[in-house]
C-alpha cells in the first residue's frame, strides 16, 4: 500500500523528479491524460488463450478412456493423486458399476469434526468420477467411498491415498489455533477457511488448522469461488516470473477451464518498488450474472487502480470500463501525490461487489477512505459514505452523501466492502475497517484498533447506522495498516482476517459469533515474505454446484 510522498525540498528536486517521470512514461500512458475507453481496452489487451487447458490435454485424455474402462469396478478403482499436478491434497477415483448409482465419500478426520464428507453431483450413472478433495499432506488418507443404488440398496469401500509433504512455502507458515468450539463454527461437513496470500500458494485449513488443500499455482490477490463451483485464480506462468498476469478458472482438482491473459504494459503493483511483483488485474473481481468478469485494474496511465473492467467470459476481450476519474471530483486525483514509481495512486480500489436486485456495484477506495455504490448501467454514483465533510464535496455530489447516525464510525482504509442484503430503501453490508486515517478517516482514533463492521443504509432518508461490530476490544494488538477481510457465515458468525497483525509479521483470523465470542481463532506466522492472509474465506469442498466431469 502507498503512503503519500513527502513534498519536494527544493524546486530542484521536484524539478529533476518530473524529469525522470516523463523520461519513463510510455506511449501508453498520455503523460497523465485521462485516457479514452478505446485506449483503456487496448492497454488491458485481454484475451484468451489455452496455454494450461493444452498442456493438461494429454492428462484429460488418458482420463477419459480410463472412464471407458469397465475393468476399473468398485472393488478395483482408479485412483490418480494429484490428477492435475497443480493440488497436491486431491484425488481423481472412476470406478464402473452394474447397476445405476451415486457416489459420496468421507475423509476420515484426525479429530471429531473434521472429516471431510461430499455427495458426488450429477444423475444416477453406472461410470463414476469422483473429485477426492481434503487430504492430509504427509499421510496415508483413510477415504471412505459409498454407493447408493437406483434400487435403493448400499455398499462402501475404503480406499488409502498416500500424500507427499507440503512445499516449504506452506509448510514454513507455522499455524496456531486455539479457543476453538467446533460445534459453534460454520464447518458443516465439508467447509474449510481458505487462507487467500497476497503472494505465494493459497491454502486451506481445517478446524485444527491442518491444511487441507493448496494450490502449487502461486496467486496474488484474487482467489475467488464463482457459481460453477469453480475458482479464479490470478496467477503467474513461472515462479520466477514477477508479473502476475494469468487469470485462470480452475476446479478443486486443478483442471483448467479457461485462461485469460493481460497485456502486461499496464502492470503496477502498491508498493511502487520496481524490484517487487507486479499485477494487471490487483485486488478483487466479481462475477456477474452473465458470468462475465468484472475486475479492478490499472488503465496504464499515470494513475493507478481507479478503473474496472468488465471482461466477456466467451471472448476475453473487456467489454465495459468503468474510469472512476471520470465519475469523482477532479480534485482527487490531480492533487494526490504520486509515489515513489511516480503513479498516483489517489483511489486504490481494493473491493467490488454486484448487486443484483438493481444492477449496482458497490466498490471500496483504500485512498480516500470511502466506500460508494453506482448504478452499473449508467455509472451515476447512488451514494457515497466518507469521512470528508459534505460542505467540502462538491454541489453535485451533495445529495449522494450518506449521513452517520450517531455513533456509526468513520472507514479508514477499509478493505473487503460487500453486500449482505438488499430489501427496498434498506441495505445491509458488511467490510474490514483497517482504521487507518489515509486522507479522510477518524484521526482520534486511527491506528487504534480495526475491525469488522456491519451498517444499515437507509437509501431513503440517506442515513448509514452501524449495527455490528467486532475487533475494537482487542485494541493496537489487532490493529492492521493493510489489508483485512470481514465474512459473514451461514449461521451468522463472521469470520474477520486481520492479515497485517504486528506490521505482517503474522496473520489472525478469527470468527466469532454475534455476540463477537470467539468459537475459532487462528494464527499463521513465519508465512513467506509478503504472503500475509489478504483474505480469509469459509469455502465449502467442494461447491453443491460443482460437477466434475472429464468429456465436459
Not at 489487451?45 to 487447458?53: A, P, V, W
Not at 469453480?230 to 513461472?238: A, E, G, Q, V
Not at 482514533?445 to 463492521?453: L, N
Amino acid at each position: 500500500m502507498r503512503k503519500k510522498l513527502a513534498f519536494i525540498a527544493t524546486f530542484l528536486a521536484c524539478f529533476s523528479l518530473i524529469a525522470v517521470a516523463c523520461s519513463k512514461t510510455s506511449s501508453k500512458s498520455d503523460n497523465g491524460k485521462i485516457l479514452s475507453t478505446a485506449q483503456i481496452k487496448k492497454n488491458i489487451g485481454s484475451k484468451l488463450i489455452t496455454t494450461r487447458e493444452s498442456a493438461q490435454d494429454p492428462l484429460t485424455k488418458k482420463y477419459k478412456k480410463i472412464v471407458k474402462d469397465t475393468s476399473y469396478t468398485f472393488d478395483n478403482p482408479y485412483v490418480k493423486l494429484n490428477p492435475y499436478k497443480t493440488s497436491p491434497l486431491t484425488a481423481l477415483v472412476i470406478f464402473y458399476t452394474d447397476k445405476n448409482a451415486k457416489v459420496s465419500y468421507t475423509v476420515e478426520g484426525e479429530s471429531d469434526d473434521t472429516s471431510i464428507t461430499n455427495t458426488v453431483n450429477g444423475d444416477y450413472s453406472k461410470t463414476h468420477q469422483v473429485p477426492v478433495v481434503g487430504l492430509y499432506a504427509n499421510k496415508t488418507n483413510k477415504v471412505t467411498v459409498n454407493i447408493t443404488y437406483e434400487d435403493g440398496t448400499t455398499d462402501s469401500k475404503e480406499i488409502e491415498i498416500k500424500t507427499d509433504s507440503l512445499p516449504k512455502y506452506v509448510k514454513n507458515a507455522t499455524i496456531t489455533v486455539k479457543n476453538t468450539d467446533k460445534s459453534k463454527m460454520d464447518i458443516g461437513d465439508n467447509k474449510l477457511t481458505i487462507i487467500n496470500r497476497t503472494t505465494k500458494e493459497p491454502f486451506a485449513i481445517d478446524a485444527d488448522g491442518n491444511v487441507r488443500w493448496y494450490s502449487t499455482n502461486y496467486s496474488q490477490h484474487t482467489i475467488e469461488q464463482i457459481s460453477n463451483g469453480h475458482m479464479l485464480i490470478l496467477t503467474k506462468k513461472k515462479e520466477s516470473s514477477k508479473v502476475y498476469n494469468d487469470l485462470i478458472e480452475t476446479d478443486v482438482l486443478g483442471r483448467v477451464y479457461k485462461e485469460y491473459s493481460f497485456d502486461p504494459g499496464t502492470k503496477y503493483n502498491d508498493s511502487g518498488n520496481s524490484k517487487d511483483e507486479t499485477t494487471v488485474i490487483h485486488h478483487d473481481l466479481v462475477e456477474l450474472p452473465n458470468h462475465d468478469i468484472l475486475a479492478t485494474v490499472s488503465d496504464g496511465s499515470k494513475y493507478k487502480e481507479d478503473v474496472m473492467v468488465q471482461i466477456s467470459h466467451k471472448t476475453g476481450k473487456v467489454v465495459k470500463v468503468i474510469d472512476l476519474k471520470k465519475i469523482l471530483p477532479s480534485s482527487m486525483y490531480k492533487n494526490y501525490k504520486a509515489g515513489s514509481d511516480n503513479k498516483v495512486d489517489w483511489f486504490h480500489q481494493n473491493a467490488v461487489d454486484y448487486d443484483s436486485s438493481d444492477n449496482s456495484i458497490m466498490i471500496s477506495g483504500r485512498n480516500q477512505d470511502m466506500i460508494m455504490k453506482l448504478d452499473y448501467k449508467t455509472d451515476k454514483i447512488i451514494w457515497i459514505y466518507s469521512g470528508k465533510k459534505k460542505a467540502t464535496w462538491p454541489k453535485k455530489y451533495r445529495d449522494k452523501i450518506l449521513t452517520p447516525t450517531q455513533g456509526t464510525t468513520i472507514t479508514g482504509g477499509q478493505h473487503g466492502l460487500y453486500l449482505l442484503k438488499h430489501d427496498g430503501d434498506s441495505e445491509d453490508i458488511i467490510l474490514y475497517d483497517n482504521n487507518i486515517d489515509v486522507t479522510n478517516g477518524n484521526k482520534k482514533t486511527s491506528g487504534k484498533y480495526s475491525q469488522a463492521v456491519e451498517y444499515n443504509i437507509d437509501t431513503k432518508n440517506m442515513t448509514i447506522d452501524q449495527t455490528w461490530s467486532y475487533g475494537k476490544s482487542l485494541g493496537k494488538a489487532n490493529f492492521t495498516s493493510i489489508i483485512g477481510y470481514a465474512e459473514r457465515e451461514s449461521n451468522g458468525n463472521t469470520l474477520v482476517d486481520f492479515g497485517f497483525k504486528d506490521n505482517g509479521k503474522e496473520s489472525n483470523i478469527i470468527e466469532v459469533d454475534s455476540s463477537g465470542n470467539q468459537v475459532f481463532n487462528v494464527t499463521v506466522k513465519n508465512s513467506a515474505s509478503k504472503a500475509y492472509a489478504y483474505r480469509a474465506y469459509r469455502v465449502p469442498f467442494y461447491s453443491s454446484s460443482y460437477v466434475f466431469d472429464v468429456n465436459d
